[in-house]
């Protein structure tokens, strides 16, 4: 697993994602544009910017499948962003790292 990014289960879904700004990855290991955006995800979690004011995390939804289905999540990867436990934004398949990063600027 990636270094700044937690990896998340249904179980530990809630606790870990409802303090603060968080951005959750929902993935799975044979989706091409989730691979993809590994190395994105990586880079802005170890960045001073966003990694100390996001705390990013990642479920593969293969293996949990009762958070995604809770967000209506049908395609990966998506991502949805939280702010003290509150839904604030949710965006669908591969980003972009500039378009990425302003989106998640929005929310600090």
Same mark, same amino acid.
């Given at each position: 697993?990636?270094?700044?990014?937690?990896?998340? =289960?249904?179980?530990? $879904? #809630?606790?870990?994602? %409802?303090?603060?700004? *968080? &951005?959750?990855?929902? #993935?799975?290991?044979?989706?091409?544009?989730?691979? !993809? !955006? #590994?190395?994105?995800?990586?880079?802005? =979690? =170890?960045?001073?910017?966003?990694?100390?004011?996001?705390?990013?995390? %990642?479920?593969? *939804?293969?293996?949990? /499948?009762?958070? /995604?289905?809770? $967000? +209506? &999540?049908?395609? &990966?990867?998506?991502? &949805?962003?939280?702010?003290?436990?509150? *839904?604030?934004?949710?965006? *669908? +398949?591969?980003?972009? @790292?500039?378009?990425?990063?302003? @989106?998640? @600027?929005? $929310?600090?």
């Amino acid at each position: 697993m990636m270094a700044n990014i937690t990896e998340l =289960s249904d179980k530990t $879904f #809630n606790d870990e994602t %409802s303090n603060g700004l *968080v &951005i959750t990855d929902f #993935n799975a290991d044979w989706c091409p544009p989730c691979k !993809m !955006m #590994n190395p994105i995800l990586e880079k802005l =979690s =170890s960045t001073e910017q966003l990694g100390d004011k996001i705390k990013f995390t %990642s479920m593969n *939804v293969d293996h949990n /499948p009762d958070t /995604p289905n809770n $967000f +209506g &999540i049908q395609g &990966i990867p998506t991502f &949805i962003i939280k702010k003290d436990g509150n *839904v604030v934004g949710r965006l *669908v +398949g591969y980003q972009p @790292e500039e378009k990425f990063r302003m @989106e998640l @600027e929005k $929310f600090m």
